[in-house]
């Protein structure tokens, strides 16, 4: 019996290669656009720190110039950080803002945390009231807060001293307080019901089992908080006169009012580059708490 051979159906075999290697090749060049898109973002950003940077080792010819110039063309002039330290008492300042940041944040903190804890899991009368009481405060711009606040630490002599920014960073603060209450509805109850059932009071229940649980929120807003105070330069110019109460940011800005020869532009970018030390070494070591407190913030709630 003769055999018939039936011509097999061709199967789409270069048909589906051909469709899988046009894919791949449109996903590397969606991959390539994209990381090209990101250099170019980073640049940007990266510019006028690397800008500053540079042009405080420049002279003040060459910072002035209407030519770009990106490098310093002859000479390095590190002399500029060394001349800082005879103009201002920069370290100084750094050991003031120090005081600020520490007392703030430690105290504040803690209230700010504590007042969540009440507002999130505790049955207080009419909470909402008080929390949307407390929230209003932050529609009221600074501006009109200034006088009061100066006439009642002018009052107290407390006028040059570092009081008028400790002082009120003690009573918390509401945005951290804010979004440490959504971040803490996220978190069962069961463990605080079985914490009262063995006999635990509101402060050992925040103190043993909610504050651990809300380390990488708070650690996430302190970073915030910290960059806010010490950065700041408009409540310290107000409340501080002196070298020896001084901030650093106002301090910085003394910087070309006590040089005898005018404006120096290096000088002043190597005063910014040092004020900026400590906020790239946070932003370097602290990566994971920027991330975590945006995703944060998007899931909870």
């Not at 270069?14 to 894919?23: H, L, P, Q």
């Not at 405060?137 to 400790?166: E, H, N, S």
């Amino acid at each position: 019996m003769e055999e018939i051979l039936l011509e097999q159906p061709e199967q789409p075999i270069n048909a589906d290669k051909k469709k899988g290697g046009t894919a791949s090749v449109g996903k590397i060049a969606l991959r390539v656009f994209t990381y090209v898109i990101l250099v170019l973002g980073a640049a940007i950003l990266v510019f006028p720190y690397l800008w500053m940077l540079l042009t405080s080792f420049k002279d003040d010819y060459e910072a002035m110039s209407l030519t770009l110039v990106l490098f310093p063309t002859d000479v390095w002039h590190v002399e500029n950080y060394k001349k800082i330290w005879t103009i201002v008492p920069l370290m100084r300042g750094v050991l003031n803002t120090l005081t600020v940041e520490v007392s703030v944040i430690v105290i504040g903190t803690f209230v700010s945390t504590l007042a969540a804890f009440s507002f999130a899991k505790l049955k207080l009368r009419a909470k909402t009231f008080w929390l949307l009481f407390l929230m209003s405060g932050m529609m009221v711009p600074y501006a009109a807060l200034m006088m009061p606040q100066f006439r009642a630490f002018y009052a107290l002599k407390m006028f040059d001293t570092l009081w008028p920014l400790i002082l009120p960073g003690f009573f918390g603060n509401i945005s951290m307080m804010f979004f440490l209450i959504q971040y803490m509805k996220g978190i069962s109850n069961s463990f605080f019901e079985a914490a009262k059932l063995d006999g635990a009071g509101y402060m050992t229940m925040f103190l043993t089992i909610m504050f651990p649980m809300v380390k990488t929120a708070i650690a996430a807003q302190v970073i915030f908080w910290f960059i806010g105070i010490w950065n700041d330069y408009f409540a310290p110019a107000i409340y501080l006169k002196s070298d020896e109460s001084m901030t650093l940011q106002p301090m910085m800005a003394r910087i070309n009012s006590n040089n005898s020869g005018g404006t120096n532009l290096p000088l002043i970018m190597a005063g910014a580059v040092l004020s900026s030390i400590p906020m790239m070494v946070i932003y370097i070591t602290c990566q994971k708490f920027f991330i975590e407190s945006l995703a944060i913030s998007g899931v909870k709630g």
